[in-house]
């Protein structure tokens, strides 16, 4: 391909950040956009440069002017659009979470049996620089075999979106499948196994407490620890804060071995930073047997941290997806059994915070 069409379905604002890292990829263009919402679809197509409009996606469907699809509506609605684009044989890369329950993940898998096109799941953390540093010292074997992962986001909250539709657990799947879906990915990429044992003690105890909307409070969990348990022995656990803008370092990823810590700290979005500026990531690792720490700059450059809130990520994932789409064969780095994962996780974390039991995985993979 020449250039490689993507429709985008979903002009919110993550479907914008996907627009503006498709425009620093060479040989990329967003050639069509649907969304049923006035502002949205107009403000994306004047970022888009003068794409193609249409108020749904069958009607942009219709039109056979994509070459590739990129699903960035609302969570609820993503098992249903699905379907739709499965059947169209074009590569799609579809934001997380792949969908709200881990029921709906399953039919999705069981649709995409025998697709030749790839499906690829926006997992973007898994290529934000300093967490891509975490995975290079991990390959070569830094810190042992690992023991114990814990990964702390402290953070701003959830910002107002259209229909404000992520305040409720019936259309996010919560904020442990919503938010947090990143996280169960990260711990299984890293630590090489599935999970059998999820407890979660969560609240809903800041945020968004004085919002009504239909007369109903949103119910979504502003802050919790998690604890995963993996086959293979090692354990994982998730601090979350939703309401600690004033955080140094937005998120920190640690994983620990017999031989060393490495650590992964990622700031915040300079948007949402206190003086409004991009700072760097670090990446630390501490020696064991040598009493040593190790620190490290990891360097984004500036126009790629502009482009979104997630600290370069967005766009390295897309050159990634976009050499596999020009490739025309192979695999996708992150799956639909990935994506049904980190789902499956996140909604038995939701479970067990509110019923304050541990819930066992065991036999419930894809």
């Known amino acids: 391909m020449s250039e490689v069409k993507y429709g985008l379905i979903g002009a919110g604002m993550m479907g914008q950040e996907h627009i503006r890292n498709i425009a620093l990829l060479d040989g990329a263009v967003v050639a069509a956009i649907a969304d049923p919402n006035d ?46 684009l499965l059947a169209t044989e074009k590569p799609i890369l579809v934001e997380k979470p792949l969908a ?42 830094a810190t ?70 239909m007369g109903k409070m949103p119910d979504i969990i502003d802050n919790a620890y998690v604890t995963v348990d993996f086959e293979n ?39 949402f930073a206190p003086d409004g500026k991009e700072r760097e990531a670090e990446f630390v690792m501490s020696l064991r047997a040598m009493k040593e720490e190790i620190r490290e700059i990891v ?15 967005t766009f390295f994932q897309h050159e990634k997806f976009l050499e596999l789409v020009r490739k025309g064969s192979g695999d996708p780095e992150v799956t639909l059994e990935d994506g049904y994962w980190s789902v499956l996780v996140g909604e038995a974390a939701e479970e067990s915070a509110r019923s304050g039991q541990a819930i066992d995985l065991r036999g419930k993979g894809p």
């Open 39 to 84: 502002e949205m679809r107009c403000e994306a197509v004047s970022l888009a440069g003068g794409a193609q409009a249409f108020t749904s996606t069958e009607t942009m469907l219709a039109q056979g002017l994509c070459d590739v699809y990129l699903l960035a509506a609302p969570n609820d609605l993503h098992a249903g659009i699905l379907q739709d």
């Open 299 to 313: 360097h984004v450059d500036e126009k790629i941290l502009n482009a979104g809130d997630h600290h370069g990520s």
């Open 233 to 271: 022995g090692a354990r994982g656990m998730l601090d979350l804060c939703m309401f600690a803008e004033g955080s140094y370092w937005q998120e920190s990823v640690a994983v620990t071995g017999e031989k060393a810590r490495c650590e992964a700290l990622i700031p915040g979005p300079a948007r």
């Open 144 to 213: 042992g075999t690992p023991r114990m992962m814990a990964i702390r986001e402290h953070r701003f909250p959830f910002l107002p979106k259209v229909d404000d539709w992520n305040r409720f657990n019936a259309r996010t799947g919560g904020t442990l499948v919503e938010k947090c879906c990143h996280f169960w990915d990260l711990m299984r990429l890293v630590l090489q196994s599935d999970p059998v044992r999820v407890y979660a003690s969560a609240g809903v105890d800041v945020n968004h407490r004085d919002e009504r909307y």
């Open 100 to 141: 709200t329950t881990s029921a709906d993940c399953r039919d999705l898998l069981n649709m995409a049996k025998g697709r030749k096109a790839p499906v690829w799941v926006a997992m973007e953390y898994r290529y934000m620089p300093p967490l891509q540093r975490l995975l290079q010292a991990m390959e070569q074997g």
